[in-house]
């Protein structure tokens, strides 16, 4: 098999909005919130689209961005944000 390795089916975007994007993971809906996560507020839709998932999170390459998927599903746990 050749080309880039694809994102299991149960790991997508599925609507990028001007507040932020929802994402399915694992049969889970998850919004991505601007205000939480401001890296991506200025970002085009392909950069939104194009992550990995990695162990435990998921990857943005082309911004540098990584976010556990135990801090959408359980924020009150992750109270620090990132400001670049």
Do not use: C
């Amino acid at each position: 098999m050749t080309g880039k390795p694809t994102l299991p089916v149960d790991t997508e975007v599925t609507s990028i909005q001007r507040a932020g994007f929802w994402m399915i993971i694992d049969n889970s809906e998850y919004f991505v919130d601007f205000e939480d996560y401001p890296e991506f507020a200025n970002t085009t839709v392909s950069q939104i689209y194009n992550f990995r998932r990695s162990q435990g999170g998921l990857h943005w390459d082309d911004l540098d961005v990584d976010i556990e998927i135990a801090a959408l599903s359980h924020p009150e746990g992750y109270p620090l944000r990132y400001k670049r």
